[in-house]
């Protein structure tokens, strides 16, 4: 089956500071990945996504993302993190192939991010 | 913003009353799905939509059941509340945009925070 594991469950870096985000997945064919944002009390906000080409995306917020077939790995990265990045991430993959058309997304359990001053 | 409402945004009931959560879009997707929220667990589908009237279940469906008489509206129903129900609900909506297929690009509502007592 299916799945995604993201490690760590909570990450603390200063500001300015580079992150990574880590992201393992668990699926036989060409996954279709995604990296979601969401800020306390709100709902999940897309910041990239992977689909095939070039295995480094870029996506907003000046996040970026490298996909590694070899690793099963897709970590989200940042080279210097503001104080508003401070929300929780959450990696995740669709969860059937692509011919079954449903784009049901399977989601890791989260990285809360905070940032100190 | 994708144009995703979901109602009520708050609801305190007691255990074994119904409840039924209301997703409401403006954007025309074919997909609605409704997702629950708990620490530990990231997010988990229910239940999902691929048309009107046409429903499928998730991963946790038990003690819920779904029905989309329009495409825009999606509602969740809790037919006899338990605590363990007790969670943060999301709506999300997607459409079929590369190759025809459906790419698992969510846009989320805002969320409906549910407690059972």
């Known amino acids: 089956a299916q799945s995604v594991t993201q490690p760590d469950i909570h990450i603390t870096v200063s500001e300015g500071a580079s992150l990574e985000l880590r992201c393992n997945y668990s699926y036989g064919a060409t996954p279709y990945l995604f990296w979601y944002v969401q800020s306390p009390g709100q709902g999940l906000q897309l910041l990239l996504k992977y689909f095939s080409g070039d295995t480094l995306v870029q996506g907003i917020k000046g996040f970026e993302a490298e996909f590694k077939r070899s690793q099963s790995s897709f970590n989200l990265r940042k080279p210097s993190v503001h104080w508003s990045d401070a929300a929780e991430y959450f990696c995740?993959?669709?969860?059937?192939?692509?011919?079954?058309?449903?784009?049901?997304?399977?989601f890791g359990q989260g990285t809360t991010l905070q940032v100190k001053p | 913003d994708a144009g995703i409402t979901q109602s009520p945004r708050h609801k305190v009931t007691e255990t074994g009353t119904p409840v039924t959560l209301r997703c409401h879009q403006t954007e025309n997707h074919r997909y609605m799905y409704w997702y629950r929220q708990d620490p530990g667990h990231g997010l988990r589908l229910i239940h999902y939509?691929?048309?009107?009237?046409?429903?499928d279940k998730g991963e946790v469906s038990d003690g819920y059941s779904v029905s989309r008489s329009k495409t825009e509206d999606f509602l969740l129903t809790l037919e006899s509340a338990t605590s363990s129900q007790t969670s943060v609900y999301f709506c999300a909506i997607s459409e079929a945009a590369y190759r025809g297929g459906n790419t698992g690009e969510l846009f989320f509502g805002e969320g409906s925070r549910l407690t059972v007592l």
């Open positions: 939509s691929y048309g009107v009237k046409d429903t």
């Open positions: 995740a993959v669709v969860g059937l192939p692509f011919s079954s058309n449903t784009g049901k997304l399977i």
